[in-house]
């Protein structure tokens, strides 16, 4: 199953909560960074990339509701 799908098929309060864990989770990573390099910084981008994608996925569920 892809990235899309598996993000499709889940509850709009599931989607939040992991908007917001990701945000947490890439401000730590932005700091520790800052003080040591990470191991793998693209963790930084693909963080930034899956919050993009549930906000995506949440707008496209908003216009479809109205």
Request: positive net charge; glycine residues 0%.
């Amino acid at each position: 199953m892809k990235k899309q799908e598996a993000i499709r098929e889940m509850s709009t309060t599931d989607l939040k909560e992991r908007v917001e864990q990701a945000r947490e989770q890439l401000v730590k990573m932005r700091l520790n960074h800052a003080v040591s390099p990470l191991d793998n910084p693209n963790q930084i981008r693909e963080t930034r990339k899956n919050i993009a994608r549930y906000l995506t996925e949440l707008r496209r569920r908003e216009l479809e509701n109205k």
